[in-house]
């Protein structure tokens, strides 16, 4: 190895634009941090925001505009030094469907010139490690989606990268292929690979990742432990209300879930946030409401650094509207909380 690879960095990124033609703003804009070595590293944003085009150029799959990469080391210009070091397991499946799974993985090590008795062990040990060696044999197209994707893994792997990219890895998987595939995950990175997620699912970046960024618009707008995300959250406590409104008709929530203010509509849900508002928290926030009009249900959730000294005054402001508590939790503010905070309810193009 390079002297460069036993640094402390991972993936270096600075100043990076990428501007697709004709298109209106930078997809990436003007992005700067590090991924360190030996972590694992979520991406997160709402669909659009630009990371895909950040993992291409990372992967050196997309050109970038401007700014400068280096990966493990290895100025991402250098397409030749950055390929060994990086491996991808897509999101789609692209197996080569005339091969057989093991041909899979000693074709794909042979490309990478790993010689023929470590990638024979190699195939095998992966194939054993992702629950594939009896099935090694078969062709792909007999395989199922998980194990697809576990091929796709082992076949990541079989030329030693330095910093895997996974994208939306669990995506369409049962939940016995998912917490399989994030035990691998693990296991690889306690064997010192780096890892880089992109994911919509934010329990796997809690889960998983050492460190988040979530991404919007074409820049990172936080990075950093989960941990120290959900701190971003007013009030460290979170008191969640599901509440029936007398007489249905929950209009104000509904308006709230399109992001429109809801304190300006009218109806027995902005009556009762008006209350809720009233309270001793640091934000409350309407959710969107179930209900068929008759026995409307409204949602809301109210952040406060003791959410549970709140309970007392919450019941009666329900009981002052003439609805009725159905659900009270207490809680502390998710990654998801964090996400939608940062990125705003709205839907995205
Ligand atoms: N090849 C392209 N040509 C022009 N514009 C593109 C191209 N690829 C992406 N974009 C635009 O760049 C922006 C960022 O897209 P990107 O696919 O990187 O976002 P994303 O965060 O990966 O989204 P998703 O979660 O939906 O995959 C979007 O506005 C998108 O429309």
């Excluded at 401007?66 to 999101?91: E, F, H, T, W, Y």
């Excluded at 990478?112 to 044999?137: M, N, Q, T, Y």
């Excluded at 941990?227 to 599901?242: F, Q, R, T, V, Y």
Aim: proline residues 6%.
């Amino acid at each position: 190895m390079e002297a460069a690879v036993q640094g402390e960095s991972a993936v270096e990124v600075q100043d990076l634009v990428k501007t697709y033609p004709k298109a209106e703003g930078n997809a990436v804009d003007g992005v700067s941090f590090t991924i360190r070595r030996g972590e694992i590293f979520g991406l997160l944003g709402p669909n659009g925001a630009g990371k895909t085009t950040l993992v291409g150029v990372l992967t050196t799959a997309v050109q970038p505009s401007s700014g400068a990469v280096r990966i493990a080391g290895a100025d991402i210009a250098d397409a030749l030094r950055v390929k060994p070091r990086i491996a991808v397991l897509p999101q789609t499946n692209n197996l080569d469907r005339s091969l057989k799974a093991r041909e899979v993985l000693t074709y794909h090590a042979a490309y990478h010139g790993v010689p023929k008795a470590e990638r024979e062990a190699r195939a095998d040990r992966l194939l054993a490690e992702l629950g594939l060696a009896d099935r090694a044999k078969e062709k792909v197209p007999r395989y199922s989606g998980g194990m697809a994707q576990r091929l796709m893994l082992a076949r990541a792997l079989m030329h030693d990268p330095d910093v895997l990219f996974l994208d939306e890895p669990t995506n369409n998987l049962d939940p016995q292929s998912r917490y399989f595939l994030w035990d691998r995950i693990r296991e690889l990175n306690e064997r010192g690979v780096t890892i880089v997620l992109t994911t919509h699912d934010m329990n796997e970046a809690e889960q998983l990742c050492d460190r988040v960024a979530v991404v919007d618009h074409g820049k990172v707008l936080v990075l950093d432990t989960p941990d120290e995300l959900k701190k971003i959250i007013p009030g460290g406590g979170l008191l969640e209300l599901h509440a029936a409104l007398p007489g249905g008709a929950p209009a104000a929530t509904d308006a709230a879930a399109d992001g429109a203010d809801p304190t300006l509509a009218e109806g027995p849900a902005a009556d009762l946030l008006r209350r809720l508002r009233a309270l001793d928290a640091k934000q409350v926030e309407p959710l969107a409401t179930d209900g068929d009009g008759e026995s409307g249900i409204a949602r809301f959730r109210l952040f406060s650094d003791d959410a549970g000294a709140l309970v007392p005054a919450v019941i009666e402001a329900v009981a002052q509207e003439g609805a009725q508590v159905r659900d009270l939790r207490l809680s502390t503010p998710s990654l998801e909380d964090v996400f939608i905070h940062l990125t705003g309810r709205n839907l995205r193009p």
